[in-house]
């Protein structure tokens, strides 16, 4: 039987509209605007020096340092910048390392009833290929993270830590903070435990999670998991993936790990521990405010 001719439906003119969009906002002093206002309202019943750089700044500084501009190459952006827009004061490349370590990346989630998938994936401590870590015998771990994703390829959380960084109790973690935007979990076989599906059933939160094959049908007091291990073998794998959309557990998870790592890098060039997990998490939501923003 001959195969169908695959079809590609994607609209490359607006792909390519939305691709030109990623460069301005990359280069857009857009904290210019709100600079004033904003920093009157940080140092509101504030003690001591007050701030003179506004946090639309910082996130700006954020954004490009993810695209991997070290701090020295972002004051001389700013240097160049400056004479265009009225001579704004310039911070030290010292003062922009400390104000974006200390930046807390917030993931807006505006939708309810979202479908969210949850998986986990490493980030590597340095630019470092694997033929290095073999000749030399250099081994400094790597980071690892955690995402609850929506099938729009938004970010709704994450969780960053080492590489002993536990994914089920991450994602139910998520789970527990977004409960109130989620509707149904897409998770991989990983996460076939009572203790997910106990929380699934509690947060009232349908899970469409893969089924191991020699799973038993005893409820061993989660009845949730017991109906969906039923489902699950009454209508076999294939079936089951079409009729509960398991397949766009995809576009929530891999999908992101790879637009992140493409866009702003696989590795970290932070040097203290706190500061890599930061700078891991600020790559993903710097996808997540590219993404809405373009």
Known sequence: MKKKKYEDKRNWILYNKKLIKRGEFYINPRFLSTWLDEVKEMNYKKE??????????????????????????LQGIMAALS?????????????????????????????????????????????????VREKWKVRKGWIKVVILGDTKGRIVDVRVGNEDLEEKKSSRGMLRKNKKNVKKLLGDGLHDCRDTFDLCDKLKIEPVIKIRKNASLKARSSFLRKKCVIEYKKLGHKRWVKQKGYGLRWLATEGIFSAVKRIFGEFVTSKKVRNMYNEAKIKFWAYNELLLNC
């Not at 946090?55 to 490009?64: D, G, H, K």
């Not at 390392?97 to 979202?114: W, Y």
């Open 48 to 73: 001591g020096n007050p701030y003179l750089y506004p946090n639309s700044m910082i996130e700006f500084l954020a954004i490009l340092h993810a695209k991997s501009f070290d701090y020295r190459a």
């Open 83 to 131: 004479p265009k827009f009225n001579n704004f004061p310039i911070m030290s490349y010292t003062q922009m390392c400390r104000r974006v370590n200390k930046l807390t990346p917030e993931f807006k989630v505006e939708d309810s009833s979202l479908i969210v998938g949850t998986d986990g994936s490493g980030i590597k401590v340095s630019n470092r290929g694997d033929w």
